[in-house]
Structure formats: C-alpha cells, structure tokens
C-alpha cells in the first residue's frame, strides 16, 4: 500500500492535498480502493456543491458494495474529475493521481490540521 507523505488523510478513508487558493484535491486512499475491489462507477459531487468537512458528498461503487466518500473539508466544489464517468477503474489504478473525485475550495483550510499524517493513517490501517 502507498500513502504519500504530502498529504492528509481521514479516517474515513479518503486523501487531501492542499493547492493553490485553499483548493483542496480529494479523492480515496489506496487502501481504501484496495478493500472495495473494482470500482465500477463513481459519481462525484456537482460542481458548485457546498460540501461540509466529514459529511458525504460523492459515492463509489464496486463489484463488492457502495461506499460514502466524505469531504475531507468544508467548502465549495469548483473541479470534478470527469474521467471517472468512462474510466471509474482510474480510482483502481491511480488513486492518488488521475483518480482523484474533486477539488474543493476550502473555506477553512485549517481544517486540514485535524486529518491525519502519512504515517499517522499508515498506523490507523494496519
């Protein structure tokens, strides 16, 4: 399993990685994409969703079962990864890269402070 040190974690599963702008990108852990199995569809949040750090804002769906993906912060949907819609496999594949769920402009990206380091959720998983 892979969990980059750059960035975040929940312990819901899912990544954050702070850009430019308080724009927060998210999608899920490999761990996580490891325990569905193959991922089958993906529906993202819309764009211009408000979307509250620990709630759902988006779903995955796997040969095994459906899943809430929650946002990792509080803020407002400004990209979505239209991929997923033909290739929902790319959270499979990359989950840190091209299979990324959204980007959130974060209204308060201190809220990042409260998710977990690399190893912190290395720790939590294993």
Known sequence: MQYPEELKYSASHEWASLGDNNHVRMGISDFAQDALGDVVYVDVPEMGAVVVAG???????????VSDVHAPVSGTIVAVNEALDTKPELVNTDPYGEGWFAVIEASDPSELEALLTAAGYEASVS
Do not use: F, Y
């Open 55 to 65: 709630e759902a804002c988006s779903e995955v769906e796997s040969t095994k079962s």
